[in-house]
């Protein structure tokens, strides 16, 4: 039996307590965690493949057929795969292509009248670090949502890591997607021991510019704690919805999204924040009727009655104050007439508008990035997107005459810092030759 808690949102005290129950999910990382994985990433660092081989031994019990997986199994996936799928999948990414390519930001360079140039260049990263992780789930949408804009950036090689299956060999729906969208090398191993891989690089694993990719505490832990050696993605929470909605609102469908992120983990957070009463109770009845068909059901139950809340509130503008307040990784709006309120929703990670943009249409196949910021960060952090991808530089020339010119005020600057020698590098420049 699934009961939301039900909160009136005029109560502060009871609003602002709940909240505080979700920030505490993603608390600081385990301890016990970080000394574990802190372990594992210097002795990685320090052997190399070795290491690797000797955790994945440790923690899966046996070695994969093969580590490196050779080219021609990513091909046999491909062309025994179900042709519904592959064609599916290839819908999939020519929605996410199309909508990414419109995030490609050029260079530029600018020339002023007295000689000087000033631009900036743009180009991909080198190599980029896909981890996929195996387990419950097997992600093949992140395969796609984090390669596809890798590639419109620019990035050279991709290189992905992912724990074999318990016969020891890769996950062949996690093959097809990664032939379809163009990765380089495959390797198969997972945990934090495969994250220091990418970072520091193996005899065999190539080092990598910056990893992405969802994975557990282990593999979370060891992103942060090499954060600085790579890039990485973002540090993610546990996943959430939060859904707007009115006396106009569908229950079942409700229902259904508010279940569709508590089956991700029972850390999951479903939030329901609505101007009708009526609308909460018939939800509250939909998800106990709807979650007994799920197969998740047990995961759906823990997670649902320890992190979802019904927020009953009297307005559309209290309810999308609310939203911003939790600024959650997926927002909707089952509210009359949406798109009038998508200009104050300025905190969420990903917002889906009407009866019929559920969510997992973003999770699978709109175009939209589904790599989004968690935890409260998307007041400040964007979804994952092309620009992750790229590294920008500018340049500046300038001649003697516009150097001259500007002199006395950049040495006036720099004598108000203390740092004469910047100012005696723009000063010797104008020293007459002895």
Known sequence: MIQMKVINASNVEQREAFFKSLEKRSGETNRRVTETVTRIIENVKENGDQAVQDYTLQFDGSLPKYYEVPRDIINDALSNADPAFVEAMLNAIENVRDFHQRQVQEGFIHTLPNGVILGQRVRGLER??????GGTAAYL???IMNAVPAKIAGVK???MVTPPCKDGTPNPDILVAAALVGIDYIFLSGGAQAIAALAYGTEQIPKVDKIVGPGNIFVATAKKLLYGIVDIDMIAGPSEVLVMADEMANPKFVAADLMSQAEHDVLASSILVTTSEAVAQQV???????????SRKEMIEKSMNEYSAVLLCHTREEAAMLANQVAPEHLEVLMENPMELLGALDNAGSVFLGPYASEPLGDYYAGPNHVLPTS?????FSPLGVQSFT???SYTY??????????DDIVLIANKEGLTAHANA???RFEEES
């Open 141 to 143: 949408s992140s395969v």
């Open 376 to 380: 409260g960060t998307a007041r400040f």
């Open 398 to 407: 300038y001649t003697k005459d516009a150097l001259a010119a500007a002199k």
């Open 426 to 428: 723009i000063t010797v």
């Open 157 to 159: 090689e991709i290189i």
């Open 391 to 393: 590294k920008r530089s």
């Open 284 to 294: 509250q009845v939909e998800i106990n009727r709807q979650v007994q068909t799920l």
């Open 128 to 133: 980029v670090g896909l981890y996929v992780p």
